[in-house]
């Protein structure tokens, strides 16, 4: 029996973390409806989120559609079938690639950053300074990040969306051969609305799992540096791991036959 115990353990102590995210979310949530709303920490934490994530993704949206356009160039070429280049890189950017990609880079640069600011904070015993002030914790540092990273991201996403096709027409016009109007063209003609869509409501779902994983993992961070280390990595990890769940997930509720 100790090989399902074991199971059993694990399967309790995953559902118990779980609840506890829920009900952090859902605090953190409830905090944006009860004023004060703390508006410089908003605006800091958007240009820190957004501005500041711009070189990064956009450089990865870049490199992305043009690995985009070779591998599918080389893949059409094997059954005469390179003009679908431009139809499967807009696709392929705008519904998966460009919220799925953006979101991972942010969640390295950014779910991380916020974990170590809180756990700082909460190791150097700022948030029980909050507290004897008056201030909410979950209003001051958790509240504004939540709506600045839901907000961002998907500004990001439509720049990641717009590099990526790009990055995918120069490969094709300076590589390939291919005509730029025609190529543009066949984008704009294939592109349908609910495809940019679908791409900016997934990022403003990962935005949001960055900053709730990002600030729970700083609140419940362990004393000392090890403490701090961990929360950042565990912030990292679990944001990257509910991204990619999250995004099958509202896949199959968008494009689902």
Not at 92 to 120: K, N
Not at 160 to 166: E, N, P
Not at 225 to 231: I, T
Request: hydrophobic share 55%; with cysteine.
């Amino acid at each position: 029996m100790n090989p399902l115990a074991a199971i059993g353990r694990s399967t309790l102590a995953f559902l118990a973390g779980t609840g506890r995210i829920a009900i952090f979310g859902s605090r953190g949530v409830a905090a944006l409806f009860r004023p004060p709303f703390y508006w410089r920490e908003f605006l800091r934490a958007f240009l820190f989120i957004g501005y500041y994530s711009l070189p990064v993704v956009g450089l990865t949206a870049i490199f992305t559609g043009g690995a985009l356009a070779l591998q599918t160039y080389a893949g059409g070429a094997r059954f005469n079938g390179e003009q679908i280049v431009p139809s499967i890189v807009a696709i392929g950017i705008v519904r998966e690639l460009g919220p799925v990609l953006g979101g991972l880079m942010v969640a390295g640069r950014v779910a991380s950053a916020i974990a170590a600011e809180i756990g700082t904070m909460k190791v150097t015993e700022q948030i029980d300074a909050l507290v004897t002030l008056s201030t909410s914790p979950l209003k001051y540092l958790v509240a504004p990040r939540l709506v600045a990273a839901t907000l961002a991201l998907p500004l990001l996403v439509a720049v990641a969306d717009i590099l990526g096709i790009f990055g995918g027409w120069m490969v094709s016009i300076t590589r390939l051969d291919f005509n730029s109007a025609v190529y543009l063209r066949n984008t704009v003609d294939f592109l349908e609305n609910g495809d940019v869509i679908s791409g900016l409501v997934k990022a403003a779902v990962f935005g949001f799992i960055i900053a709730l994983m990002g600030c729970y993992q700083g609140m419940h961070s362990g004393r000392g540096a090890s403490g701090v280390g961990r929360a950042t990595t565990l912030a990292v990890v679990t944001a990257s791991v509910l991204i990619l769940a999250t995004n099958y997930i509202l896949t199959e509720f968008f494009f689902s036959v």
